[in-house]
């Protein structure tokens, strides 16, 4: 098995929490260097995990011994440098949103064709195992035909936020977003805009703002409800079927399926668990 060499671009949280830990579990992949504009920081990763090169540059550090990079930086400092690491001839793998500009990701993406190169959006519940196991209930034809999708996201301030995320139009919308689009886009296929309703507003000296999305797809419709300013912190994805409904708790990675033909119990959501884990 060949060993892949990696790079980490950016040292911040989601490098730090999600890219460096998921690539040292990989038994064929080497994190080999890191670059940030934070040296210190880059110095304080490098340490923690082991990582042998630390750049400032962002030229010698795509010109040092690395076969890919995962770029874990803000969304607009993406095309620059999704564009470099293409140029020097990287496969690449990025957070989401991948641009901030439709016509930046596209342009993007046919560089990536033409120097056959991989270029990768972290779409990352795609590959949890409660989506997985819902798609294949789907295909299965337990569920029949898809009626429609949605996606529900109520997010607290109190949770660990970027401070940059202002900063995007949309603000924490605009980062976060992105996780329901593709998760429906995943069941209904390529999907247009019908409708989006957009409320902000402070109660209790506390901003709340809401976002109800409505999207057209090949197999179906979907609805994107999302609440930043909630109590709580939860995201869900359900999908309604002619046979059932599929429900799925994306913290949790749990998957439920209801047919409409069985008796909604306790026992039997129990076993649904047991039967689709």
Same mark, same amino acid.
């Given at each position: *098995?060949?060993?892949?060499?990696?790079?980490?671009?950016?040292?911040?949280?989601?490098?730090?929490?999600?890219?460096?830990? =998921?690539?040292? #579990?990989?038994?064929?992949?080497?994190? @080999?260097?890191? +670059?940030?504009?934070?040296?210190?920081?880059?110095?304080?990763? =490098?340490?923690?995990? @082991?990582?042998?090169?630390?750049?400032?540059?962002?030229?010698?550090?795509?010109?040092?011994?690395?076969?890919?990079?995962?770029?874990?930086?803000?969304?607009?400092?993406?095309?620059?440098?999704?564009?470099?690491?293409?140029?020097?001839?990287?496969?690449? &793998?990025?957070?989401?949103? &991948?641009? &901030?500009?439709?016509?930046?990701?596209?342009?993007?993406?046919?560089?990536?064709? %033409?120097?056959?190169?991989?270029? *990768?959006?972290?779409?990352?519940?795609?590959?949890?195992?409660?989506?997985?196991?819902?798609?294949?209930? +789907?295909?299965?034809? #337990?569920?029949?035909?898809?009626?429609?999708?949605?996606?529900? %996201?109520?997010?607290?301030?109190?949770?660990?936020?970027?401070?940059? +995320?202002?900063?995007?139009?949309?603000?924490?919308?605009?980062?976060?977003?992105?996780?329901?689009?593709?998760?429906?886009?995943?069941?209904?296929?390529?999907?247009?805009?019908?409708?989006?309703?957009?409320?902000?507003?402070?109660?209790?000296?506390?901003?709340?703002? #809401?976002?109800?999305?409505?999207?057209?797809?090949?197999?179906?419709?979907?609805?994107? @409800?999302?609440?930043?300013?909630?109590?709580?912190?939860?995201?869900?994805?359900?999908?309604?079927?002619?046979?059932?409904?599929?429900?799925?708790?994306?913290?949790?990675?749990?998957?439920?399926?209801?047919?409409?033909?069985?008796?909604?119990?306790?026992?039997?959501?129990?076993?649904?668990?047991?039967?689709? @884990?």
């Amino acid at each position: *098995m060949d060993i892949i060499k990696v790079g980490i671009i950016g040292s911040g949280w989601v490098a730090e929490q999600r890219h460096i830990p =998921a690539f040292k #579990r990989i038994k064929n992949c080497i994190i @080999s260097a890191i +670059y940030s504009l934070d040296k210190e920081k880059a110095e304080k990763l =490098a340490n923690q995990f @082991s990582i042998p090169y630390v750049f400032n540059d962002l030229e010698a550090f795509l010109n040092s011994s690395i076969d890919c990079v995962t770029i874990c930086t803000p969304p607009f400092t993406h095309a620059e440098l999704i564009y470099a690491s293409l140029l020097a001839n990287k496969h690449v &793998m990025v957070e989401k949103p &991948m641009t &901030m500009k439709e016509e930046e990701g596209e342009e993007l993406e046919e560089l990536a064709l %033409q120097k056959q190169l991989i270029l *990768m959006p972290v779409h990352n519940f795609l590959f949890c195992d409660s989506i997985l196991k819902a798609k294949k209930i +789907y295909e299965s034809g #337990r569920l029949g035909k898809i009626l429609g999708v949605g996606g529900i %996201q109520w997010s607290s301030w109190q949770r660990p936020l970027p401070k940059w +995320y202002k900063d995007l139009p949309g603000g924490l919308f605009f980062d976060e977003a992105p996780h329901l689009i593709y998760l429906t886009q995943y069941f209904i296929g390529e999907l247009s805009v019908e409708k989006v309703w957009h409320e902000s507003k402070i109660i209790n000296h506390q901003s709340l703002e #809401r976002w109800e999305v409505i999207l057209k797809g090949k197999k179906g419709n979907g609805v994107l @409800s999302i609440w930043l300013g909630a109590p709580i912190s939860e995201w869900f994805f359900y999908v309604h079927g002619t046979e059932g409904t599929i429900i799925v708790d994306i913290f949790r990675d749990i998957m439920f399926f209801y047919s409409k033909e069985i008796k909604r119990t306790p026992l039997y959501l129990i076993e649904t668990i047991v039967k689709d @884990s």
